[in-house]
């Protein structure tokens, strides 16, 4: 059982800078690959980033590109993504995902095995 725990999010002006963080509770950390992904009212979950597990291989969704970095720190069991320019569309609750399986192109599957409660990100105009 992987526990997954999100930081904080918060309200950002629209062209400013969040980061979040996931901290996960398993000594096989490095088995995983994680991701985040969000959901915005009335809208589907959507993949947002992702990377594999010793962090070679990352992957972004086309509204993120240039903007969202995805990192991870094995040895603290930690995943974070550095969220700049950000814009009101960005707006969602933001999920921490972890999952042994890779899933090409993507790196992680849309149904990972784990999920973190989930974290608020507003951005306003």
């Known amino acids: 059982q992987v526990q997954l725990v999100e930081s904080e999010g918060g309200l950002v002006q629209a062209g400013g800078s969040l980061k979040l963080s996931c901290a996960a509770s398993?000594?096989?950390?490095?088995?995983?690959?994680m991701g985040w992904f969000r959901q915005a009212p009335g809208k589907e979950r959507e993949l947002v980033a992702a990377i594999s597990r010793i962090g070679i291989t990352t992957y972004y969704a086309d509204s993120v590109k240039g903007r969202f970095t995805i990192s991870r720190d094995n040895a603290k069991n930690m995943v974070y993504l550095q969220m700049n320019s950000l814009k009101p569309e960005d707006t969602a609750v933001y999920y921490c995902?972890?999952?042994?399986?890779?899933?090409?192109?993507?790196?992680?599957?849309?149904?990972?095995?784990?999920w973190g409660q989930g974290t608020q990100v507003t951005v306003s105009s």
């Open positions: 398993e000594l096989t950390f490095s088995s995983y690959h």
């Open positions: 995902a972890a999952d042994p399986t890779y899933y090409s192109s993507r790196v992680i599957r849309p149904t990972p095995d784990y």
